[in-house]
């Protein structure tokens, strides 16, 4: 009899050291919005405009790069605000404004209504805030506010989407017997 409740607990003991390896191997990191920046299509890009330039400008940089937004910027280069496609289509289109008559100052988002993340933030925190302001783009700042980075809606889906595969992967090695949750590989 006490060898069989030594079995149990030995077995208990296994159990719980696969279960506590197998939860801090798929749990281990929280996918940030430099996670996301990593997966960005505005990676590559110039992402930043000059508030001065005319909308129709903007509008070719949409075009040529297939993106939806641009940060503004003043002649130092800080960020003043944010144009996107749909401030094209509501502030100008819309309202029978020429683009190439129309500077980007004129229709940007800006000041107290430009929405930023953190480069820390978790990319629910991101998807959250994006969700609650009816926006698809935030710039990602630092602690200084300058701008790190810009993602997009599209930047987070590929980033949980990414991080629910390596998810998978690790469950279905355990599930296997795989990647020494075993003692063995």
Same mark, same amino acid.
């Given at each position: 009899?006490? =060898?069989?409740?030594? =079995? ?5 003991? *296994? ?9 801090? #191997?798929? &749990? ?12 960005? +299509? ?12 005319? *909308?129709?400008?903007? *509008?070719?940089?949409?075009? #040529? ?18 144009? =996107? ?6 502030? &100008? #289109? ?16 800006? +000041? $107290?209504?430009?929405?930023? $993340? %953190?480069?820390?933030?978790? &990319?629910?925190?991101?998807?959250? %805030?994006?969700?609650? /302001? ?9 602690? #200084?506010?300058? &701008?790190? +980075? ?13 991080? /629910?595969? %390596? ?9 296997? +017997? ?8």
């Amino acid at each position: 009899m006490l =060898s069989r409740f030594s =079995s149990l607990a030995a077995t208990r003991r *296994v159990m719980t050291s696969t279960t506590t390896r197998l939860m801090s #191997a798929t &749990v281990a990191d929280v996918s940030t919005a430099d996670d996301a920046l990593e997966l960005s +299509g505005y990676k590559e890009i110039n992402f930043k405009i000059d508030e001065d330039a005319m *909308v129709y400008d903007a *509008v070719q940089r949409f075009a #040529a790069n297939n993106i939806g937004c641009l940060v503004t910027t003043d002649k130092a280069g800080n960020m003043t605000g944010i144009i =996107s496609e749909r401030d094209y289509i509501c502030k &100008v #289109a819309l309202l029978g404004r020429t683009s190439k008559e129309t500077p980007i100052r004129e229709i940007s988002t800006r +000041g $107290a209504n430009i929405i930023t $993340a %953190k480069g820390n933030e978790t &990319v629910e925190t991101c998807m959250e %805030k994006m969700m609650t /302001k009816g926006i698809r783009h935030l710039p990602v700042v630092d602690d #200084a506010g300058s &701008v790190t +980075g810009l993602i997009s809606i599209k930047d987070l889906v590929k980033t949980v989407v990414s991080e /629910k595969e %390596k998810t998978i992967k690790v469950l279905s090695d355990f599930a296997l +017997g795989k990647g020494g949750h075993f003692g063995s590989e």
